[in-house]
Nanobody
């Protein structure tokens, strides 16, 4: 079992930056690829970014490429999502997800999910 807890969300003006964190406990963190998703009100969940177990490979949705950076610190059991040049359309609840296997595409299922953190970008 893996428990995931996101933090770092908040209210920011358009053009601003935020860094989200997802702290993991339970099973060995470095055994899991990590992913970020988001879900805006009334919309389906959207894949944002993925990072491999050791951090050597990353993958981004086109909508965030060049603005967001996913990284991880296996010594701290934490994955991060650094977000720059935020837009109002980035407003959503952001979730991290852990999975045994890294993929450079959105998979149909993931092993573990966090509870989410709200990001609101004002115009």
């Amino acid at each position: 079992q893996v428990q995931l807890v996101e933090s770092g969300g908040g209210l920011v003006q358009a053009g601003g930056s935020l860094r989200l964190s997802c702290a993991a406990s339970g099973r060995t963190f470095s055994s899991f690829a990590m992913n970020w998703f988001r879900q805006a009100p009334g919309k389906e969940r959207e894949f944002v970014a993925a990072i491999s177990r050791a951090g050597g490979s990353t993958y981004y949705a086109d909508s965030v490429k060049g603005r967001f950076t996913i990284s991880r610190d296996n010594a701290k059991n934490t994955v991060y999502l650094q977000m720059h040049s935020l837009k109002p359309e980035d407003t959503a609840v952001y979730y991290c997800a852990a999975d045994k296997y890294y993929a450079d595409y959105e998979k149909t299922s993931y092993d573990y999910w966090g509870q989410g953190t709200q990001v609101t970008v004002s115009s």
